[in-house]
């Protein structure tokens, strides 16, 4: 994977993950408010994160970034990425969405980031779909998603097990042609 690949907008860019980022990824995924909205269940430890990230440079399947803020010297604020491109179905999973700190929500971070990626899967990688898991009860999330564009497909009931008791998780869709579509209205 080329690790200078840099999406950039206005407020923020998309950077690849490096090995530097590792120990921001540990901490932000570990820390309990925003860890209950991952599926994992153990907490996630330096080493396994160098493997991880190994894996991810080696697979064209997956594009992982840093969101950073350019009028801050560039600094990370968050992650988000593409999983399981298939470039012959044109489709990719939408994952790992995240602003590490509280300090750094509802600054509009979210929203570019998420421009960004979209218009490169669509533009760029020419997919026509993306797809993505929620925990069902995480209703910001959904409603993020929502009004961005993305569409309730299914609930996949008792999905994962986490915390003690059994979680749904809802699968939501975002076509080419409706985000084209929602792109034109604004």
Not at 36 to 62: C, Y
Not at 128 to 143: E, I, P, Q, S
Request: hydrophobic share 40%; glycine share 6%.
């Amino acid at each position: 994977m080329d690790n200078s690949f840099i999406l950039s907008g206005t407020g923020i860019r998309l950077r690849h993950v490096e090995e530097k980022d590792l120990e921001l990824l540990v901490k932000w995924r570990n820390d309990p408010e925003n860890n209950k909205w991952f599926f994992n269940i153990r907490p996630l430890a330096m080493e396994t994160q160098k493997q991880w990230l190994e894996k991810v440079s080696a697979d064209n399947s997956r594009k992982f970034f840093i969101i950073e803020v350019l009028s801050e010297n560039f600094r990370q604020v968050g992650t988000i990425g593409l999983y399981d491109i298939d470039y012959d179905h044109k489709c990719a999973e939408f994952g790992n969405f995240l602003i590490g700190e509280e300090k750094d929500r509802g600054k509009g971070y979210t929203k570019e980031a998420f421009r960004l990626l979209v218009d490169h899967a669509f533009f760029d990688l020419g997919l026509n779909k993306l797809y993505l898991y929620v925990f069902t009860h995480n209703h910001v999330a959904r409603v993020f998603y929502w009004k961005n564009g993305f569409i309730k497909e299914g609930i996949l009931r008792n999905a994962k097990f986490k915390n003690g008791r059994y979680m749904d998780v809802t699968i939501m869709g975002l076509l080419k042609y409706d985000y084209m579509e929602a792109k034109d209205r604004k």
